[in-house]
């Protein structure tokens, strides 16, 4: 595509609930990443693929959330039994390789909320 | 341990006028600087970017300052215009410029007519 979509643009969810977060990057693009900002906050990193390398899953909050990229395309952020401190907005981004000469392109994100 | 610090939350400026966005970081293993423009509702858009063995970059009416002494970079606009309102973020790379970011709180930009 054009761009880099993301589904639901919205999502309300009752706390303890599942929740999956869908991210198709640009084609081509070999490099994926899942950011989230919280309220007044900025952009805070959750998990990065890079190809067919391991993902850096460095900044994934809690063990709750979980993330795939499957065939090198699709991505699906999953958060399990949500709490309301997970309410954000869930940005994806993609980028042609690991070295940023042009930045990556964000989504407009998935806005949650956990009530 | 925020790396990238924005530490002006708003700056509001009139049309015509320059508009200075500041950002200070404390690792000095960054090596790419970047600032990204958000519009509400939407994703943040990539504006500039500097490399570390530069000082300044500049593109139309946005150029970018690094200062890795002081460990500072700023982002000037001018002149600066109605449209460009939005929340603006700093963001960091590491050594090997690989793709993770560290981004600043962001700074809400607002020009007035």
């Known amino acids: 595509g054009a761009g880099v979509s993301q589904s639901p643009s919205n999502k309300v969810t009752e706390k303890g609930k599942d929740v999956e977060l869908r991210c198709d990057p640009i084609?081509?693009?070999?490099?994926l990443y899942w950011y989230r900002q919280s309220l007044g906050q900025g952009l805070e990193f959750l998990i990065y693929?890079?190809?067919?390398?391991?993902?850096?899953k460095s900044g994934l909050p809690s063990d709750r959330f979980s993330a795939e990229r499957t065939g090198g395309s699709v991505s699906t952020l999953t958060i399990q039994r949500t709490q309301q401190e997970d309410s954000a907005v869930y940005l994806c981004?993609?980028?042609?390789?690991?070295?940023?000469?042009?930045?990556?392109?964000f989504g407009s994100g998935t806005r949650l909320t956990v009530v | 341990d925020q790396q990238v610090k924005q530490n002006s939350p708003s700056l509001s400026v009139q049309e015509g006028r320059i508009s200075i966005l500041n950002c200070d970081y404390t690792n000095s293993m960054f090596d790419y600087f970047l600032w990204y423009k958000k519009y509400p509702a939407e994703g943040p858009t990539f504006l500039i970017s500097i490399s570390s063995i530069k000082d300044k970059n500049e593109d139309g009416r946005f150029t970018v300052f690094l200062n890795k002494s002081a460990k500072h970079l700023s982002l000037h606009i001018v002149p600066s215009q109605p449209g460009d309102s939005a929340v603006y973020f700093c963001a960091a790379s590491g050594a090997g410029n690989t793709g993770k970011l560290i981004f600043g709180q962001g700074t809400t930009l607002q020009v007035k007519p």
């Open positions: 084609s081509g693009h070999t490099a």
């Open positions: 981004a993609s980028s042609e390789s690991r070295v940023l000469l042009g930045g990556y392109t």
């Open positions: 693929f890079q190809g067919n390398s391991a993902p850096d």
